[in-house]
């Protein structure tokens, strides 16, 4: 037999974005059950936290969940820039407390949180629309019923994909990283490192946690290379080169792994019932491939309009889709426009980016975290034109510019 559940609202996945939507639809009064499959919140990590602070005040994320950045360091294979500013502006989140967080604020707000328990059916009504899932833990089957759904399971897409809605990513990057403890390092300094010999397709990356401990990674794009980003790591920290040569002794603490879409803007988001948020709608920054911020912003935009559509007694697709109309204008342009730089950064060679780093130390700290975080909104880039007169910074802007 399996345990039936009644709810106004069911959240599939335990990350920020599903967390966060809870919260706020909780908040808003409604019966809300959040789902993770995992034996916690944040069992397993799978990226590398970083993020901005202008976010973190916005979110109200507690000082003790991250460690702040003020130097922003890159290195090709022969040329090494630092941007460096008086003032954080970037922080590097301790991933699983900050996760841990945002699930305890939504069971503040009144969600059940249900661990351990791993969503395998969707249920639908005689119009195919959804109105539950099925799920499993150790003990037993369940049956969740519910007005609406939030998909919120990341990468796979687990409830769209069920619904038929939606395919598996074609276009995504891969992640490995190792949290490690080292004897030296500069905790407000962040490196990326960019050419063949740290990732093919992607960078690397060196991010600060405080403490003497960092994250090592590299991400990989797939399809456009085949190189197993775990192995191009072992590699890294075994030859030591560039940057990771000066942190000294490195005693390994846990690995990570994860998958983020890098096919912009491309999905559908609101169907009859459904809504996806976070890497399932494929809200991720191209740039460094980076999505935890919208994660939060959206999944509490999601939670908002789904509370509120469970209120009205209409949760028609029509009824939701205020929130594919809202966060697309938000950000749509930004991550289309991010990819097509992307795209131009995956095609560099070594020589290339080498000359790319002397564009990029042309910037000021704002004026690059503006590039990185994808704000590519005309202001910006008429203000870089206007300060830049150099033709390849204005290129780099109008490549930008004549795609939007």
């Not at 949180?113 to 833990?137: L, R």
């Not at 976070?278 to 908002?304: C, H, M, T």
Request: aromatic content about 8%; glycine content about 8%; hydrophobic content about 40%.
């Amino acid at each position: 037999m399996s345990k039936v559940h009644h709810y106004d609202l069911v959240v599939v996945g335990g990350g920020p974005a599903g967390s966060s939507a809870a919260y706020v639809a909780a908040k808003n009064g409604i019966k809300v059950a959040l789902i993770e499959k995992e034996e916690t919140i944040a069992e397993s990590v799978r990226t590398s936290g970083v993020t901005w602070i202008q976010n973190i005040k916005e979110f109200g994320i507690p000082d003790n969940c991250f460690n702040t950045i003020k130097n922003f360091s890159f290195c090709s294979p022969n040329n090494t820039v630092t941007i460096s500013d008086t003032v954080a502006r970037a922080a590097v989140l301790d991933v699983r407390k900050t996760y841990r967080w945002l699930a305890e604020e939504a069971k503040k707000a009144g969600a059940d949180i249900f661990v351990k328990t791993n969503v395998n059916e969707v249920i639908k009504n005689e119009e195919n629309d959804i109105v539950g899932v099925k799920a499993t833990n150790p003990d037993e089957k369940m049956t969740f019923l519910s007005k609406m759904i939030i998909d919120a399971t990341g990468f796979p897409s687990t409830v769209g994909k069920a619904m038929g809605f939606v395919k598996q990513w074609k276009r995504f990057g891969a992640g490995a990283e190792y949290e490690v403890k080292v004897e030296h390092v500069d905790s407000q300094t962040w490196w990326l490192m960019v050419g063949q010999q740290y990732s093919p397709a992607g960078y690397a990356w060196i991010f600060p946690l405080g403490n003497n401990i960092v994250r090592i990674g590299v991400g990989v794009g797939k399809p456009e290379s085949n190189v197993d980003p775990k192995q191009r790591l072992k590699e890294l920290i075994d030859s030591k080169i560039g940057p990771i040569k000066d942190l000294g002794n490195i005693t390994q603490i846990e690995f990570h792994y994860g998958l983020i879409p890098n096919e912009g803007v491309s999905r559908k988001t609101v169907f009859n019932n459904l809504i996806l948020v976070g890497d399932s709608a494929g809200q991720a920054n191209p740039l460094v491939l980076e999505g935890i911020r919208y994660a939060i912003k959206f999944g509490r935009l999601a939670g908002e309009i789904s509370s509120n559509a469970i209120k009205n007694g209409r949760t028609d697709e029509s009824a939701l889709n205020t929130y594919e109309e809202k966060w697309r204008k938000e950000v749509e342009s930004k991550i289309n426009s991010a990819v097509k730089v992307q795209n131009r950064w995956i095609g560099l060679s070594d020589e290339e980016w080498d000359r790319e780093l002397d564009i990029i130390k042309e910037l000021s700290s704002e004026e690059f975290l503006d590039f990185i975080k994808a704000e590519f909104g005309l202001s910006n880039m008429v203000k870089l034109a206007t300060h830049h007169p150099k033709l390849a910074v204005r290129q780099l802007f109008n490549l930008i510019k004549n795609k939007k």
